[in-house]
């Protein structure tokens, strides 16, 4: 069984569909790969497809320490929020510009705190 952050970050290298995240759609943008919530509005497969190139860029990221490897990576629209431990003041700044450096992100709210 493939795990989910092997298939996130399948989806944002753009070897996999984000369909295969089993993503269900009710409106009319789904036709062209696109789902808006009906809450917000946002493009979650955006949001998808952001917060998997996230999670590659740390998981791939040999200077980051196995506890820094695990913070969590939720986005809403372009805004990426980062929750979690890490073990070091670099470390933290490292996954905040390895964040940046994301295509299609404007915007971090590095909630890491330094264990």
Not at 15 to 25: D, E, G, M, R, Y
Request: glycine share 6%.
């Amino acid at each position: 069984m493939i795990s989910t952050v092997a298939l996130a970050c399948a989806v944002a290298l753009g070897t996999a569909s984000p369909h295969a995240l089993n993503v269900k759609s009710n409106d009319r943008g789904a036709e062209h790969g696109r789902r808006a919530s009906p809450k917000t509005g946002v493009d979650e497969n955006k949001a998808q497809r952001i917060t998997a190139a996230v999670r590659h860029a740390i998981a791939t990221d040999d200077t980051l320490s196995a506890l820094a490897k695990h913070v969590k990576v939720t986005t809403l629209g372009s805004r990426v929020t980062l929750r979690g431990w890490v073990e070091t003041n670099k470390e933290r700044a490292e996954i905040e510009a390895d964040t940046r450096a994301q295509s299609g992100v404007t915007d971090v709210d590095n909630q890491l705190q330094v264990e």
